[in-house]
């Protein structure tokens, strides 16, 4: 017995001893601390990526981006409270930051003066980073130019059921694009008529994501849609039969923006990381690469879009709209199956 | 605890004995076979480097040189300044400068507003370049080597894979315009042939590890983001996979990191295939474990198992069984000397059984000379009262002592008081002295403390009798005495004659039984088996001359035993 048990350990000595060994020392070359940066993004890699490269190549700090959905991101930032996972939140419309002002620390970015007041934040806890118009898209060779105007021209009868719009609960840009109907249509009764009455309009049929939006009207599927004036700019661009109108009775610009993490690793970097999205050369590369609208103060020849005081708007109420959202939702999830809301 | 057989001991043995060293070298042949190969390999992947290392050392030599031939020159000058220089002069002067290093990039020249001026390939990159972004942002200031960096997509091979640029300056010092090295994935391609092995790919990163260059683009791609987050975590380039051995290089001229992937050269199958043998040995050691373990215990048990059998008749009381001791090892003993103790064990039976039988038939003798005594008895006592009415007293008392002895002689005890066996003793003389007439005399002097001394019966009367009928034949005067005594706790009854000694074939001392079938002096032949069989060796009859050398002398030895000892 005992010789079997000393056999045993023998052996378990000798399998460990041709198990260990393995795996080399960490490599050189990695930097320090101090020269890091973890980005969570929820942008594209196309918009991220010129921006992260360039500021890497300036300033010698190491990002390491992680990329994900804004939702799924902030929970996570909500999550890691305690240890941050990452240093900047990059991207998330700010209505969704705003649901997480908890999770992170107030800077004002250098340079904060030359950008559009409207677009900032009262205590500087995110940091606006594009500008994005709520337009109206129609297909060209389905609608005659002319026809599609305003908000209340999509809700003609002879567009009922052909209307592309996205799910706002699972899109932040069309419950911003809701909300600003609301606005621009007025609001009686708390804006509950002209709630059901959109959700009428569009026969029950929502599409699942705003990017769908661009592809039905583009496809021909619907012949008017609501989405992002960045989106529809980048299909026309690419030669699809789209069209876009600012709507008459007015829409909404709110920004996207980036924010600075509570207790982030790397503060420093993440200073310098917001500083640098709001700089003229980045924000020159939105309006000229990115079909996006800066936030900085107008001027210079750079600009290719319709100048934003050209655009009417409606008074649009980030905090508001962020504290009604989970009623909203409610309420148009009940229209669009047809049914009353719930009192 | 169970008790395992002497055979599967044997078994654990040998299976410890051979397995333990086996797995040991078998495991260190493999740690050392593994560690030797890996470092083979990661010798040969330094020097691949080093190679690599060193051609792009000349190409980036050759884009400084380029630079620093430009740098100042009035023509290029004066061309990007705007000034109205021909073509062909400013060509020649790009062509002329860059003849080193053209085949290892694209060489452009933009002015200072970032607007693309000549180039040496046939369509420039791009029209214009943001100064305030990207490669002429970064571009070095006059004099220095170019700032590379890497561009954006490293599947693209339509586009520069990395870019440097360096601000140009007139013959003053004043910034005239940028020239812009560009290198393509063919020229990375040209200049890196040869460099690695086959085995090996060379992926070029940039200096925060991104993806610059490498021969197959979807390789680089997917590797590129998992070596850079696994430096990062801190973590060895190998990761967990085992697939792959990594060596990395800084190339300080560019900036560019090298690093080499190469498979690993101990790879699991040779690693299993490496198992796979020290198994199988393991597996013939186990079978020449059970085979040396059944053989050994065979040759062990085969005589012991002998030996088993041999004892088992022992027991069943067969004697005549011997072990084969055909081996002069120790089992070779062990039988041997177990045979030995057979055959004593055998001869000592064999005396026991010849002492019994000589004891039977003294008894069967003796029964048969009681036969149908009683008979006799009653005739006597008859004969006694014949004679007493026909006034024949000898016939009567002598009738009478043949009934006394008779009647002593049939009864059932075995022993008497010595009192009543030289009562007896006293009928027989009686009888003896009718019969010879009173031609001698008797004596008897036996101690009162004596009388109680317990003897087998009828020892005395035999003795006697071989005293008056030998002794005293034809002795004038004749005496026999009997005297007895205690020495010791030995009772010795001497019965001594003044007759004609000894016979020849007797000779003084211990009495000895005559050999063979002779019956010669049967009485004493008799008494002495009787006192020997009943007390041992050392009882028995004593011969000696009589006093004064005439007549002999017998004696009886026997312990003194009183009848209250006996009682008890």
């Known amino acids: ?343 | 605890m169970k008790r395992h057989s002497f055979q599967t001991r044997l078994f654990w043995g040998f299976l410890v004995a051979s397995l333990v060293p086996l797995l040991l070298c078998s495991a260190m042949l493999l740690q050392i076979f593994r560690l030797r190969m890996t470092n083979e390999a990661r010798r040969g992947m330094e020097e691949r480097l080093e190679t690599a290392a060193q051609a792009l050392d000349a190409a980036f030599d050759a884009f400084a040189q380029t630079a620093a031939r430009l740098q100042g020159n009035p023509i290029i000058a004066g061309a990007l300044a705007g000034g109205g220089v021909e073509d062909t002069l400013v060509y020649n002067e790009l062509f002329s400068a860059t003849a080193q290093a053209r085949s290892w990039a694209s060489f452009d020249l933009y002015d200072l507003q970032g607007l693309w001026r000549y180039s040496t390939r046939q369509i420039p990159q791009a029209e214009r370049l943001p100064t305030d972004w990207g490669a002429l942002f970064a571009a070095a200031g006059p004099g220095e080597p170019p700032v590379f960096t890497a561009c954006e997509d490293v599947t693209d091979a339509a586009s520069p894979l990395l870019q440097g640029a360096v601000l140009l300056a007139d013959g003053r010092g004043r910034p005239a315009g940028y020239l812009l090295v560009s290198l393509y994935d063919s020229h990375f391609r040209q200049l890196l042939a040869g460099t690695h092995g086959a085995q090996s790919d060379l992926l070029l990163l940039s200096r925060y590890w991104r993806p610059v260059y490498c021969e197959q683009p979807s390789l680089a791609e997917e590797l590129a983001p998992r070596l850079r987050s696994r430096l990062l975590a801190g973590q060895s380039l190998e990761g967990d996979s085992e697939a792959f051995l990594y060596a990395q290089a800084h190339h300080a001229a560019s900036g560019l990191w090298l690093v080499l992937q190469q498979p690993q050269v101990f790879t699991r199958a040779t690693r299993r295939l490496l198992y796979t043998v020290s198994l199988g040995c393991a597996v013939i050691c186990v079978a020449i474990s059970i085979l040396m373990s059944w053989k050994l215990s065979r040759q062990m048990f085969r005589p012991i198992q002998r030996l088993h059998r041999v004892i088992g008749e022992v027991e069943r009381d067969n004697l005549d069984v011997s072990v084969p001791a055909e081996r002069d090892d120790e089992l070779g003993q062990l039988a041997r000397r177990f045979n030995g103790m057979v055959s004593a064990l055998k001869q000592n039976r064999e005396a026991l059984i010849d002492n019994q039988r000589e004891l039977n038939e003294a008894q069967i003798r003796m029964l048969q000379a009681q036969l149908n005594p009683h008979f006799l008895c009653n005739t006597l006592d008859t004969m006694k009262w014949i004679s007493k009415i026909n006034k024949v007293p000898q016939v009567a008392l002598m009738s009478t002592d043949l009934a006394d002895i008779l009647r002593f002689c049939i009864s059932p005890d075995e022993f008497v008081s010595l009192r009543r066996e030289a009562a007896i003793l006293r009928r027989y003389i009686e009888i003896q002295r009718i019969r010879m007439s009173g031609a001698f005399s008797f004596e008897l002097e036996l101690p009162r403390d004596l009388e109680d001394c317990l003897v087998p019966k009828m020892i005395l009367q035999p003795i006697v009798e071989n005293a008056i009928l030998h002794g005293l034949d034809g002795v004038e005067d004749g005496v026999v005495a009997v005297t007895a005594r205690e020495t010791a706790g030995m009772l010795e009854i001497t019965v001594t004659d003044n007759g004609r000694g000894l016979p020849p074939d007797m000779a003084s001392g211990r009495y000895r039984r005559p050999g063979g079938e002779e019956r010669k002096h049967l009485g004493l032949y008799n008494v002495d088996t009787i006192l020997t069989k009943h007390y041992g060796g050392d009882c028995g009859l004593y011969l000696a001359a009589g006093p004064g050398g005439r007549g002999a002398a017998v004696t009886a030895l026997l312990p003194a035993r009183r009848e209250e000892e006996q009682a008890c």
């Open chain 1, 1 to 343: 017995m005992k010789g079997i048990r000393l056999a045993a350990v023998l052996l378990a000595l000798v399998l460990a001893a041709g198990c260990a060994g393995g795996g080399g020392a960490a490599p050189e070359g990695a930097p320090g601390q101090e020269n890091r940066l973890v980005l969570y993004t929820s942008h594209k890699e196309e918009v991220y990526w010129p921006i992260v490269k360039e500021f890497e190549e300036r300033t010698g700090i190491w990002v390491e981006v992680v990329t994900g959905g804004t939702n799924e991101l902030l929970e996570r930032i909500r999550r890691e409270a305690d240890a941050p996972g990452a240093d900047v939140m990059f991207g998330g419309g700010v209505e969704s930051l705003e649901a997480y002002r908890d999770c992170f620390t107030p800077y004002a970015c250098a340079q904060a003066e030359d950008l559009q007041p409207q677009f900032r934040d009262a205590q500087d806890l995110w940091t606006p980073f594009s500008a994005l118009p709520v337009v109206l898209v129609y297909n060209t060779k389905l609608l005659r130019p002319g026809r599609l105007t305003g908000w209340a021209d999509l809700l003609a009868p002879e567009l009922r059921g052909r209307v592309a719009f996205a799910d706002p609960a699972v899109s932040g840009s069309s419950f911003t694009a809701l909300v600003t109907l609301l606005q621009a249509l007025g609001e009686e009764d708390g804006g509950g008529d002209t709630l059901r009455r959109f959700a009428a309009h569009l026969d029950g049929r929502q599409l699942e994501g705003s990017g769908e939006v661009l592809s039905a009207v583009a496809s021909g599927a619907a012949l008017a849609g609501v989405t992002l004036e960045e989106t529809a700019l980048k299909r026309i661009a690419a030669g699809d039969d789209v069209a876009m109108v600012y709507p008459a009775e007015g829409t909404s610009c709110v920004p996207d923006a980036s924010a600075l993490i509570q207790n982030a690793a790397h503060g420093d970097n993440a200073r310098r990381f917001l500083d640098f999205t709001v700089s003229p050369e980045v924000q020159r590369l939105l309006t000229e690469q990115l079909c996006r609208r800066s936030v900085r103060e107008p001027g210079g020849a750079a600009e290719t879009l319709t100048p934003l005081a050209d655009i009417p708007l409606v008074d649009y109420d980030v905090a508001g709209a962020s504290g009604r959202r989970e009623a909203l939702l409610m309420s148009w999830a009940f229209y669009l199956s047809g049914e009353e809301a719930p009192s």
